[in-house]
């Protein structure tokens, strides 16, 4: 069983709208990473969280420690945000990361 | 800052032949990951290097992966014989993570994607 469990799978948004991807993490897990992943491209970390709040430009993440969640947000939207968005665990040994299965988000004009 | 460079971005390969990857994570980041990531998954771990030691190949084929990272810097991960079933993107990953640490950032790759014929 995954120790990350990421929600929804896919997310089909029109431009502007708030977008919320949800994770939740196992027992063990200490920090949550928030990753993008463009078609054909690399990843690009977004944040790294392991309590509160971090916000940049129109990107904001929480994570509630006591629950082990934690979402990603997008306001205001746009196509340019279509990408994959995975949740990521450290917290086992050597600071391994454990993938969630990925947000597959699209955002319509 | 230059970014976690590899190469190279695309290889096609036949099944049986051999290949291999290059990474070149940022300077001064003691740890590298090498990833798989098949299609429509997300990545898992293959190997972790802190400097030149490996910390966690746990999950590396070894009859036909290997990889090595000599001095502490750049790293190969090699593939011999490939099979269908590896075709994939390989992510390579750095992080400035010191021995016992354990939570820090990562900076990923471009990736390198294997098709396997």
């Known amino acids: 069983k995954n120790e990350v469990e990421q929600s929804p799978q896919n997310l089909t948004a029109q431009e502007g709208e708030f977008i919320t991807i949800n994770c939740s993490y196992s027992v063990g897990i200490s920090a949550l990473h928030w990753l993008q992943q463009h078609p054909g491209g690399g990843i690009v970390s977004l944040f790294m969280l392991s309590s509160g709040k971090k916000k940049h430009g129109r990107l904001i993440a929480t994570i509630n420690i006591q629950e082990k969640h934690s979402s990603l947000h997008i306001t205001a939207s746009h196509p340019r945000d279509s990408a994959v968005y995975i949740c990521?665990?450290?917290?086992?040994?050597?600071?391994?990361?454990?993938f969630g299965q990925g947000t597959i988000l699209t955002v319509h004009p | 800052e230059a970014g976690v460079a590899q190469s190279p971005r695309y290889k096609i390969i036949e099944k049986r032949q051999s290949v291999a990857f290059w990474c070149n994570p940022i300077?001064?980041?003691?740890?590298l990951y090498w990833y798989q990531q098949i299609l429509g998954q997300g990545p898992k771990l293959l190997i972790q290097?802190?400097?030149?030691?490996?910390?966690?190949d746990s999950q590396l084929p070894k009859d036909r992966f290997s990889a090595e990272r000599l001095k502490g810097v750049d790293s190969t991960l090699k593939i011999q014989p490939a099979k269908l079933e590896d075709s994939a993107v390989y992510l390579c990953?750095?992080?400035?993570?010191?021995?016992?640490?354990?939570?820090?950032?990562?900076?990923f790759g471009q990736g390198t994607r294997l098709t396997v014929v």
């Open positions: 990521a665990g450290t917290g086992t040994s050597y600071g391994k990361l454990t």
């Open positions: 300077s001064g980041h003691a740890t």
């Open positions: 990953a750095s992080s400035k993570r010191a021995p016992g640490q354990v939570n820090t950032e990562a900076f």
């Open positions: 290097f802190q400097n030149n030691g490996v910390v966690d």
